[in-house]
């Protein structure tokens, strides 16, 4: 089974500054997909950035970037130019390919942004 | 185009009673999936719908079960309730199944078992 760890339960960060969550993962397969999802206080699970294993550029989405590991199996969250709604539960996320939807979550990491 | 939708927003109910929650998907979405989130963790995979058929199911006890109607909305019923029951319960929908299409998730309904 896989299993998804997150060992920072909580970060902060500088409003404008960059923060990295850190996020490992264990799988024997070799096609997956992994995501960030925030989950602000309102309890909806947003979609951040999604990666899939066989593509070895690292995706981005505006201030958002990964640098995905795949031998290392590690899969961390950039964010530059922090701001104050960035604050929120961080959840790293996987994925098989194919079969169902389901999504196997870390515990999280909740990032605080200070002004 | 209205995001994942779900009722009730808030539920309190007793050990041993039954509830039923609802979820509508975004339109054009064929599949749903159910989580169930404790406080402090990540959410857990209940189970998953695409075309009215049953395409996943997580490690949970037969308490719980699902359904998708032809308008691909869906219930998820628990019976017996625990008061371990009490938790955050989202819904996510998606294009389709096993394609790699983008999970959206709505606010969740949060219940509580006294």
Redesign the interface.
């Given at each position: 089974a896989q299993t998804v760890t997150q060992s920072q339960p909580e970060m902060s960060v500088q409003e404008a500054e960059t923060v990295t969550l850190s996020c490992t993962y264990d799988t024997s397969e070799s096609d997956y997909y992994l995501f960030w999802y925030k989950q602000p206080p309102s309890r909806q699970m947003i979609l951040v950035i999604r990666q899939e294993a066989y593509k070895q550029q690292n995706a981005t989405e505006n201030r958002f970037s990964v640098n995905f590991q795949k031998a290392a199996k590690s899969f961390s969250l950039k964010i530059s130019d922090s701001q104050l709604g960035d604050a929120a539960m961080y959840f790293c996320a996987y994925r098989s390919w194919g079969g169902s939807e389901k999504l196997v979550f870390g515990k999280g990491t909740k990032l605080t942004v200070n002004p | 185009d209205a995001g994942v939708t779900q009722s009730p927003t808030h539920l309190i109910k007793t050990r041993g009673q039954q509830v039923t929650l609802r979820c509508s998907p975004i339109s054009g979405h064929k599949?749903v999936?159910w989580?169930q989130q404790v406080l402090?963790?990540?959410?857990?995979?209940i189970f998953?719908y695409?075309e009215k058929e049953e395409?996943?199911r997580?490690n949970f006890p037969d308490r719980f079960s699902a359904r998708q109607f032809p308008n691909y909305s869906s219930e998820l019923n628990v019976n017996a309730l625990l008061l371990g029951d009490s938790a955050?319960y989202?819904c996510?929908s998606?294009l389709a199944?096993?394609?790699?299409?983008?999970?959206?998730?709505?606010?969740?309904t949060?219940l509580s078992v006294l």
């Open positions: - | 599949s999936s989580y402090g963790q990540g959410p857990q995979f998953q695409y395409r996943g997580g955050l989202l996510a998606s199944s096993g394609v790699g299409e983008k999970l959206l998730f709505g606010s969740g949060q």
